[in-house]
């Protein structure tokens, strides 16, 4: 059985369909091995409450004509009472920021010691964001420094380069210190 074999038996028009018909199929085979008739009376029971509504329909009415010129008044008013309820809750409506997106998410990039160091967060199992790929740039050209060296201006940055838990460290700590100069 393919991929689309089970997302075609796990649509719920086709679980919905099933469910009916097997349904009907237990109800009559219940009917045919123990006696019972249980499809004929749910079928009796569907009959009489459609023809119950079918007689409330054919049912005449006598009606004042006050009550005519009245009611379409009284419908409208309600309209309008209902929708200006709806207008003016909609203006004193405040909507509640679920899980807002932290500012620090933008905070991707920082020269530390002289070279640029790039990076990106990933969020764990726990919901909490994790400084990953950390890649060093030259300040000069921005090309990816590669064994301390770039490779487009042959520059030699061996002494200014910083191990990737001294960097995530400074990051963190340059996150804290925003955080708190902005609160």
């Not at 990106?120 to 060093?136: G, L, P, S, V």
């Amino acid at each position: 059985m393919n991929k689309n074999d089970k997302s075609l038996l796990l649509n719920p028009w086709i679980i919905a369909t099933g469910s009916g018909i097997l349904v009907i199929l237990v109800m009559r085979l219940l009917d045919f091995f123990i006696g019972t008739k249980i499809l004929q009376s749910f079928w009796n029971i569907l009959k009489s409450l459609f023809l119950g509504i079918v007689d409330f329909f054919l049912l005449k009415f006598e009606v004042s004509l006050w009550f005519l010129i009245v009611l379409p008044l009284i419908v409208v008013g309600l309209i309008i009472f209902v929708l200006w309820i709806i207008l003016t809750s909609k203006n004193n409506d405040v909507t509640p920021v679920i899980n807002p997106r932290p500012l620090f998410l933008d905070y991707t990039e920082e020269n530390f010691g002289g070279i640029l160091y790039c990076w990106e967060y990933i969020k764990d199992f726990t919901d909490k964001y994790e400084i990953r790929n950390i890649a060093k740039y030259c300040p000069k050209c921005r090309c990816l420094i590669v064994d301390n060296k770039c490779p487009v201006c042959n520059t030699y940055l061996q002494h200014y380069v910083k191990s990737n838990q001294e960097i995530a460290a400074l990051i963190k700590h340059r996150i804290d210190t925003r955080i708190m100069k902005q609160n």
